[in-house]
């Protein structure tokens, strides 16, 4: 009844101060701006070196951007499963790992690749013009 609802609600918002907590970790925040019609500048490519993850937001939105094997992957930076920060977990290959529970996305596609999440996240397209970085979204 209302005290599950309650309960639910102030779990949902726990997470949510926890993850905003958690933002200044190993993937670092990036300071992005709004393009027209919905490109996102990232900054400049020399912020993401090969093998390496950024933390972006625009409005409510937070993508991991990924630079691996030379090419360059954005996705949101949430696990399906439980709302966890994809950018903070290990990487694979292609595949991010979920630090909470190892569900493992694809940073190509934002498909998932196993368990404890059953729906894939969304992948944006990432382009490079003049030396710096933008996301599609």
Same mark, same amino acid.
């Given at each position: 009844?209302?005290?599950?609802?309650?309960?639910?609600?102030?779990?949902?918002?726990?997470?949510?101060?926890?993850?905003?907590? /958690?933002?200044?970790?190993?993937?670092?925040?990036?300071?992005?701006?709004?393009?027209?019609?919905?490109?996102?500048?990232?900054?400049?490519?020399?912020?993401?070196?090969?093998?390496?993850?950024?933390?972006?937001?625009?409005?409510?939105?937070?993508?991991?951007?990924?630079?691996?094997?030379?090419?360059?992957?954005?996705?949101?930076?949430?696990?399906?499963?439980?709302?966890?920060?994809?950018?903070?977990?290990?990487?694979?290959?292609?595949?991010?790992?979920?630090?909470?529970?190892?569900? /493992?996305?694809?940073?190509?596609?934002?498909?998932?690749?196993?368990?404890?999440?059953?729906?894939?996240?969304?992948?944006?397209?990432?382009?490079? /013009?003049?030396?710096?970085?933008?996301?599609?979204?």
């Amino acid at each position: 009844g209302v005290r599950a609802a309650v309960a639910g609600a102030l779990e949902r918002v726990g997470r949510g101060l926890e993850r905003a907590a /958690r933002r200044g970790g190993q993937c670092g925040r990036v300071g992005g701006r709004r393009r027209d019609h919905g490109e996102f500048g990232v900054g400049p490519l020399a912020v993401l070196p090969e093998g390496g993850a950024k933390l972006v937001e625009s409005g409510s939105l937070f993508l991991g951007v990924y630079h691996i094997g030379g090419e360059l992957f954005a996705m949101e930076d949430r696990c399906s499963h439980d709302d966890g920060p994809l950018c903070e977990g290990d990487r694979e290959g292609f595949d991010v790992i979920c630090p909470r529970h190892g569900a /493992r996305f694809d940073l190509r596609t934002g498909a998932v690749l196993s368990l404890p999440a059953t729906e894939g996240v969304q992948a944006f397209p990432v382009s490079v /013009r003049d030396g710096d970085l933008f996301v599609q979204i």
